[in-house]
């Protein structure tokens, strides 16, 4: 007698996590972001800004998604699947010539562990065969208290609401700490007319005083 097998669930952290990563149209939030790990990646670059769900960069790789999709290839062998997470920018400064310098990252589940996330990295490196390789790190963020709101429309407009959130937090009594967050939350290569373009943006905040 045969015996039916059994389908392994895949895990998807926007359901886990909906207040951090499935946000609605809506004034601006303040919320105590829970611990999250990722793979994170390093970068001073330009950006091409017309590209459809997230800028894409110039002159540097995005190596962070090939690292996870190997996570994704280990922890299915040991009965986890999960779905991958948006991609994320911390953008820390951008000069004169509009060059940025951001963290990029991608959140992983809280099975992924160091020695994994090595194993992922040193596939990723045979696979690239001395293509450029960027460092990439495994990190955790603690908790922290943050300010968040959709943007609906072309990311290269979320100063926008970057403003919005600042000018929501003052009210409350906070003041924003730290750089701004972008989720893209709107998938890239695929026909999204540009006013339809989903992006979270979040500060980390500190009360006044």
């Not at 790789?61 to 997470?85: E, G």
């Not at 939350?185 to 006013?195: I, N």
Request: some cysteine; overall charge positive; aromatic content about 8%.
């Amino acid at each position: 007698m045969a015996i039916a097998s059994v389908k392994m669930k895949t895990n998807d952290n926007r359901k886990v996590f909906p207040q951090v990563y499935e946000l609605k149209p809506g004034p601006a939030q303040i919320l105590q972001l829970p611990a999250l790990q990722y793979v994170a990646q390093e970068m001073s670059t330009s950006f091409h800004m017309n590209w459809a769900g997230r800028p894409e960069p110039l002159d540097e790789p995005y190596i962070v998604w090939k690292v996870v999709n190997q996570l994704k290839r280990i922890s299915k062998s040991l009965n986890y699947k999960f779905k991958l997470m948006p991609p994320e920018l911390i953008w820390r400064h951008t000069d004169a010539n509009k060059r940025s310098s951001v963290t990029h990252l991608m959140q992983v589940p809280d099975c992924i562990t160091q020695e994994m996330f090595d194993v992922a990295k040193a596939h990723v490196s045979k696979q690239l065969r001395g293509r450029p390789n960027p460092e990439t790190r495994f990190i955790g963020a603690g908790s922290a208290l943050c300010a968040q709101k959709l943007h609906v429309g072309h990311y290269r407009d979320t100063q926008t609401t970057v403003q919005e959130i600042t000018a929501f937090v003052e009210e409350q009594g906070y003041r924003v700490k730290g750089n701004r967050t972008e989720i893209y939350l709107t998938p890239p290569m695929q026909c999204h007319p540009p006013e339809t373009w989903r992006t979270i943006v979040r500060v980390e905040i500190e009360q006044l005083g």
